[in-house]
């Protein structure tokens, strides 16, 4: 009888594991296509499969707004800022002439999770074209066209942590099953970026890209499963005790 029941609280115990380990959802968040409504917006939320994924478009370009309007990702408008001048206008997330020097966004979830894959469009490897990706959480990474070994040696490429980004079938500027860890709230800031001081004799310079937008997949906070694992445990050493009073009555 001790057996069975010691048998069954451990059932119990890998059961709760188990659903702390396994209770993750996944989430789509797709830019572009005036999907979310952000054309004319400096900032919102999104909410998807119980997700919610805020975006903003930097702090440093007050009066500039989202352009969500092409269906290849959203872009940047930064006319109305004062001081700088957008100098591919509001179809590119781009570089700006004045006291800054290119167009950012911010993004982060309320909830701790994972991103699976992160779409980019219009990162060309001639122009050497980048976008850069660091979080508050230490991440940072920098996106070039799979391609650029082919135009430069990419040793001579200062930027950090380089990433590549494929076209196929499937792909077309895009990073899948990249796998970024992140807490909830962890602030994401992505800003475009291009190599100029590598490019060949002639070659065209960049002209600005777009953020497709990312898939999540949302991951228990280690205190809720902590928390699980306390509650099934104490069940199983409640259960043993019981148990073995009743054999030593018997």
Request: aromatic share 10%.
């Amino acid at each position: 009888m001790i057996c069975r029941k010691w048998l069954s609280a451990w059932t119990i115990l890998v059961g709760s594991l188990s659903i702390a380990s396994t209770s993750g959802f996944a989430a789509s968040f797709p830019l572009g296509g005036d999907a979310n409504g952000l054309s004319g917006l400096s900032s919102k939320t999104l909410t998807a499969d119980g997700i919610a994924m805020s975006i903003s478009v930097v702090a440093n370009l007050p009066g500039a707004v989202f352009n969500e309007f092409d269906f290849r990702g959203v872009t940047i408008d930064s006319a109305a800022v004062a001081g700088v001048t957008d100098i591919e206008g509001n179809g590119k997330i781009n570089l700006v002439a004045g006291p800054v020097a290119t167009e950012s966004l911010t993004f982060s979830f309320d909830t701790a999770g994972v991103i699976d894959d992160i779409f980019f469009d219009g990162i060309t490897d001639d122009a050497l074209e980048f976008f850069r990706l660091q979080s508050t959480g230490g991440y940072l990474a920098t996106f070039f066209d799979f391609e650029i070994p082919n135009v430069v040696d990419v040793g001579l490429i200062t930027e950090p942590n380089i990433e590549y980004l494929f076209t196929d079938a499937v792909a077309n500027d895009d990073r899948l099953g990249i796998n970024i860890l992140f807490q909830a709230g962890e602030v994401f800031t992505l800003s475009y970026g291009q190599v100029d001081s590598l490019l060949p004799v002639g070659a065209e310079r960049g002209n600005g890209a777009r953020f497709g937008g990312v898939n999540v997949h949302a991951v228990p906070e280690p205190a809720g499963s902590m928390f699980l694992i306390v509650v099934a445990t104490a069940a199983v050493a409640n259960w043993r005790r019981r148990s073995i009073k009743s054999a030593w009555r018997r």
